[in-house]
């Protein structure tokens, strides 16, 4: 290594995370085009009238849209979902996206030595971010109940109320909780938010919340925000994605609210880095949420009939990926189906991929081979965990009907092929 090459290395915090899986299998989906069921977005347009609020805003009268904006937009709405009100100047922040919303939060909160709680799965920047403030990642995997059900559900997985009760210690900074979960659809009762919270407060640990799929429950399941807990206002910071709420990731509009005194560290980190927001996207979001108040208990409503619509699709997709062999775990949110593809292994060569995890050959080789992209849930996993993960893959169901249905013909005809 030359001197020039020696002096400009990464530094050591970031050392770890050069590899990631968005990369990899987005150039491996460019490479050799399957139908990709890998990434979470949808493949169909989202509703009119945000897109119609967009183009209203952007080419409004009001040329003030196009300058800097303070990041408070959504304060009315977020009002009426946690019962109480928010200062829009100091108890909540727009960001880029529900990532940087996730990077300033820890890096505002996270000191050297702090430990900091991460369930798993886990989605996989969360890792990295705690380390890259210096603090030290404390894991716990939620935990596949034995149960009898021919399809299991996401409720099945669970945490050990012991084994959690003994992470948390004087060193315990925070816990990132995120329901429903990605990439397992999980959707946290009562009871088990109560246990987080009551830890937190004996501990006074600050709970971050990830809580991007809220509006994606399906019935009879309900989203509970852990921050309207008795006593977890004062020591929740949660986080928000109109990318997930309205259909348009590529928005990168998040947010985070919290009480003033823990968004204040928060409101450092986001002017020292990318300063502010995209102010028409910001106004254009702010518009779909006025709409959406006005309704929020109607069937007619965006936020009510996404599940609906997205429900069928999951089922849909339990059904194809039961009918070739894989075992689904049905999510009770978000949109993300895991499954268990080891009943299959006979028919998928792994050894023609160098991986050192399972899950990694076989959604590569079903990539190159099959045509249809998966994630390895892997991904979401820590170092010594990820031996839960291998015999699982991750698909995504927020897609045109036409695709689900030429993912299931992929599948049948591959089976029948191998039979």
């Known amino acids: 290594m030359s001197d020039i090459e020696s002096k400009f290395v990464l530094p050591k915090r970031y050392e770890g995370s050069e590899k990631s899986v968005w990369v990899e299998y987005i150039q491996l989906a460019l490479e050799y085009k399957p139908l990709n069921l890998g990434q979470g977005f949808p493949d169909y347009p989202p509703p009119e009238y945000i897109t119609n ?71 996989d920047c969360y890792e990295p971010m705690v380390r890259y403030a210096g603090g030290i990642p404390r894991f716990i995997p939620l935990r596949s109940k034995d149960v009898s059900n021919s399809r299991p559900s996401s409720a099945d997985w669970v945490l050990d109320k012991d084994e959690l009760a003994g992470l948390f210690n004087n060193k315990t900074k925070a816990i990132i909780l995120n329901t429903p979960n990605n990439p397992l659809g999980k959707v946290f009762t009562e009871q088990e938010l109560i246990h987080i919270a009551d830890l937190c407060k004996k501990w006074n640990v600050l709970c971050i919340s990830d809580e991007v799929y809220e509006w994606i429950v399906y019935k009879p399941n309900k989203h509970i925000r852990i921050a309207t807990l008795p006593g977890m206002w004062e020591r929740t910071i949660t986080i928000g994605s109109a990318g997930k709420t309205f259909s348009v990731t590529g928005w990168k509009l998040g947010w985070a609210y919290g009480p003033a005194n823990l968004m204040v560290n928060l409101q450092m980190i986001h002017q020292n880095s990318v300063y502010t927001g995209v102010t028409p996207i910001q106004e254009a979001a702010a518009i779909g949420f006025e709409k959406e108040l006005k309704r929020l208990d109607d069937d007619e409503s965006y936020f009510v009939s996404l599940a609906r619509e997205l429900e069928s699709k999951r089922n849909f997709m339990a059904n194809f990926l039961s009918d070739v062999g894989m075992k689904p775990i049905v999510p009770e949110g978000g949109y993300f189906m895991i499954a268990d593809w080891s009943p299959l292994e006979s028919k998928v060569d792994l050894n023609s991929e160098k991986d050192k995890y399972k899950d990694y050959r076989f959604t590569k080789w079903m990539t190159k081979n099959i045509g249809l992209q998966g994630i390895p849930p892997t991904a979401f996993y820590s170092k010594p965990n990820k031996s839960l993960a291998e015999n699982l893959v991750r698909y995504c169901f927020i897609k045109k009907d036409q695709n689900l249905e030429e993912a299931a013909s992929i599948l049948r005809k591959w089976k029948a092929g191998n039979n």
Not at 62 to 91: A, C, L, S, W
Not at 94 to 106: D, M, V
């Open 53 to 123: 609020a967009l183009s209203k805003v952007a080419n409004g009268e009001n040329y003030m849209v196009h300058q800097y904006t303070r990041g408070f937009h959504f304060q009315n709405f977020i009002q009426k979902k946690i019962g109480r009100e928010i200062n829009p100047e100091t108890e909540i922040l727009t960001t880029l996206g529900a990532y940087e919303a996730l990077f300033s939060t820890i890096t505002g909160h996270v000191d050297e030595g702090d430990e900091v709680i991460i369930i798993e799965p886990f989605f």
